[in-house]
């Protein structure tokens, strides 16, 4: 479970930073989330709590499915458009990191020459990139998903072997085969004590 969750906690930490980088609001408390409830999973497991791990079960749902929602959203399905700042909860334009910065991509500015335009206006256009910017963000989710499902799966795994280990526990003097099933004694024999030294 150990080095599952470093994986989760490196593709997290991983993709964390360029939803940073691109402002993207929505993914980036995504993601603060996923860190949080990997480490409590992972105390969970080395605490033997399995409340712990049943919410990490249950977070691991809803972050496929956020996942699944954030693929669909970058291939326009269903009528979603990669073009909304609905990743930025409609605070800014900014948008994915890698729509500028992909491998192979170019970048140039374009100042406005026009007079009366502000300074601050500038256009940006990129070209040359191997592979376009939706396709790496949802290759990022499909690695979360994956990595997510064998989570899933280990913990539902840990769960029940921390439920057998509950079922099998025998409490000192409890249901035990040997104190339940003893008759009761009728009579109890005393025997005097001997005193060890005199008594004056």
């Given at each position: 479970m150990f080095c599952l969750c470093v994986f989760l906690q490196l593709?997290?930490?991983e993709r964390q930073i360029f939803d940073f980088l691109g402002?993207?609001?929505?993914?980036i408390l995504g993601n603060f989330l996923q860190i949080i409830v990997v480490i409590l999973g992972l105390f969970g497991t080395i605490q033997f709590r399995p409340r712990y791990i049943v919410v990490y079960t249950v977070w691991t749902a809803l972050w496929v499915t956020w996942n699944v929602f954030i693929i669909c959203f970058y291939l326009e399905v269903g009528g979603l458009s990669k073009e909304t700042d609905l990743m930025t909860f409609n605070i800014s334009m900014h948008r994915s990191w890698w729509r500028e910065?992909?491998?192979?991509?170019i970048r140039r500015v374009v100042r406005p020459s026009a007079p009366g335009i502000l300074e601050d206006y500038?256009?940006?256009?990129?070209t040359g990139c191997m592979i376009d910017f939706q396709?790496?963000?949802?290759?990022h989710s499909a690695i979360q998903i994956l990595l997510s499902l064998i989570g899933?799966?280990?913990?539902?795994y840990v769960?029940?072997?921390?439920?057998?280990?509950?079922?099998?526990f025998d409490f000192i003097g409890g249901l035990d085969t040997y104190s339940f099933r003893q008759?009761?004694?009728e009579h109890v024999e005393l025997k005097p004590v001997k005193p060890v030294g005199k008594v004056l």
């Open positions: 593709a997290a930490l402002f993207q609001w929505a993914p910065h992909g491998p192979g991509c500038s256009y940006i256009s990129v396709y790496l963000e949802v290759i899933f799966v280990y913990a539902c769960i029940s072997i921390f439920m057998e280990e509950e079922d099998s008759p009761p004694q």
